[in-house]
């Protein structure tokens, strides 16, 4: 870094001085969350990964195949991911301050770069060595290939940071380049003999018990040619695109940091950009029909959200189907089917939300608040009906479990997740009670509390979730829930505006 | 006073035409007022006595006491803070005032109400607006749920985006406008659909000289129809086109 970029770093570092008594503050905190979270949280890892049954699922037959899918998974989130926030990332003023000065962006923004690498590096390096370990402690594998699986997971990182870069420089390649990499490390776990061709193969022929050794030399090759071609990337950043990233994830920090998470995630929405010429209103007698043409149409002009929203609520359906399979962890997948449902619901219910913001407004449109609401339901509880139900007579059929249990438990776990919607689009802003601390002889309770206030509907969809799944042993639970449920929501209508 | 809706040209021929349809069998839900014709005692359209808003120790409104005909135009002026925006919260009813009487049409103010939410119009601030909606979309569907016919929703939708020079964007979603646009979108929200009473804060913000003019046209064309109007404003040429009288408030706090 060029003498400039530092002393212009330095002014902006010198806004936020620190003082020792914050230093030793922070150094205590990260002892102290090192010390109460990560370190049980690394032990659970670790006992769990050397385990028997740990280390039976690392020495299976598919797991070359599954960590080569893997890898050209994350190569693939990380170009669809540097779109939307790369690695080269400042500050706004800091960015505009940097990126309009006559400096190559390898000299003003290699730090950002470098630090994000090194995250990124750490992370893989990490997980490649707790499987490489494993095997080792189970006498599964050789240490010698243990190291070198080690040494592919840092090398696996490097080339993500690359790719990360490569998605921020190159927004419009980044897709196809993403959609290649995608099929291709199917293909290669499909066919294994396709893996001495590819980089994910290469991944896949390093593993433990493989150690092909050629194939660790030949990853480690790539991430060092990529590594070496990060400064002209980096110099091939536009200042328009730097600057949007940075404004966008200061918005979305100052938002997740008031747990206001709905709309930091709304920063990173899809905007519409197709299918304007699509008359999505459509005036007609019948205005509960015109509002669900309205949030059909409406929801088509984010295909890519819709899809994701589609195959969100199939993905959920399926696993109610599988929690009432014997010897399933059945809470578990409820669990993860409820907030799967309110997940895939985002995209369908964009008019709802508007609904309830406008409930919250001055009066604009010629109906009341609660028939404005009521309209904008349909569309989401017709297509979350179409889709779910459909996904559960079809995975009910091919895993041979009776239909009508998880039927009913998806039914109602739908109508309860579309209620959360409701209820958390009505929540409105913290309220300032939950601000006050909360001292307790643990610490201060007061950040738990708002946690669980700003993710309340994803934590009430999970148990949702669990007590659709339990509809047959004890039905009180979904009614309890389903009670606690609605009177929140009522009331947040009751207080909207 | 008779509250003459015929006196509407794009509103009350419709609710006329559909008078002896709505009285036997009203639509469910629908705020379109059936009664064309109201009588109440003072006459006056807006009332306001001595209304004040004070929170704690801090006055937002000082005392005001203001009336207005049907067709007249009230100009709310004052500097920043002088509660310009307080005061046309009152009148639009989200705002309580801490004490006096605000009446419009002869009855109290609440937005919940279903006859004051027909009756008053308002943009205090841009409206809510649906990022997956064009312009065209939005004001169609502000006026299809207050027309009773679709085709009129659709002709006011183009006579709204026309007048205010949005028809050459009616295929544009809300982030794809600069700001003058957005407001003037805002504006053609609100005026898709039937009132007696609009209520705007600063319409003219963000709007370069020839959009002002435009504006002040529009409003003072709904001025002529009958529509009384409520306008806090900084921009003479604005308060000028449209004309009434001014309300001067003072430093509130």
Redesign the interface.
Known sequence: MSARSEAAIRVWRARSARTVGDRGYLVYMFFMVALVVAAPVARAVWLSASSMEGAALFASPAAPAVTALVVACVWAGALLLGRERGPALRPPFLTHALATIDLHRSDTFAGPVLRAGAMVTASTTIAAGVVASSLVSRGLAEPLHALAFTAVGAAVGIITTAFWLIGQAFSRAAIPLALGSLALGAATATFPSTRPFSPWGGVALAYPGIGSMSAVATVCALAIALAASLPTVMNRLSHAELAAQAARWDSVTIHAAGMDFSTAAAIY?G???RG??L???R???R?SV?FFI?DAV??T??PGRLIAGILALTGAGALIVLAFAPTAPSLLLGAVAGVLLFTGLGPLT??LR?AA??AS?????????A?LLTNHLLFPLTMTAIVVITAVLVCAATTGVAVIPPLLSALALALLTLVARVSNALKGPLQPALLAPMPTPMGDLGAAIRLVWALDAVLVAAIAGVSATLILQTPILLVGITSAMLAVAVRRWRQR? | MRLGLERTPDWAAVLQRQLPVARTRPPR????ELRVCGLWESGFMIEMDDVCVTMGDVTLLAAVSVRARRGDALIVRGRNGAGKSTFLRVL?G?RKPTAGLVRIGGADVG??D?EF??R?????GL??M?????L??HV????????RA??L??ATTRDVLAELGLSGLS???P?ELSSGQTQLFGLA??LA?PFEVLILDEPEQRLDPEHVESVARVLRARRERGVTLVLATHSSALADGVGGQTVWLGAAA
Do not use: C, K
Not at chain 2, 120 to 124: G, Q
Not at chain 2, 130 to 134: E, G, K, V
């Open positions: 929405q905007r519409p950009h304007r010429r008359r999505a209103v005036p007609m007698n205005l015109t309205r409406g929801a002009r984010t964009d008019g508007h913001y406008v407004d001055l009066p604009l449109y010629g109906i009341s608040d028939r505006g | 839900g629908r705020l379109v639009a989200v937005e919940r279903l939410r027909r008053v119009a308002a943009m205090i409206p809510p649906a990022p997956d909606l064009t065209y979309d169609l569907l502000v006026a299809t749920t207050w027309a679709p085709g929703a659709v295929e544009r979603f982030h929200m609100t659909r």
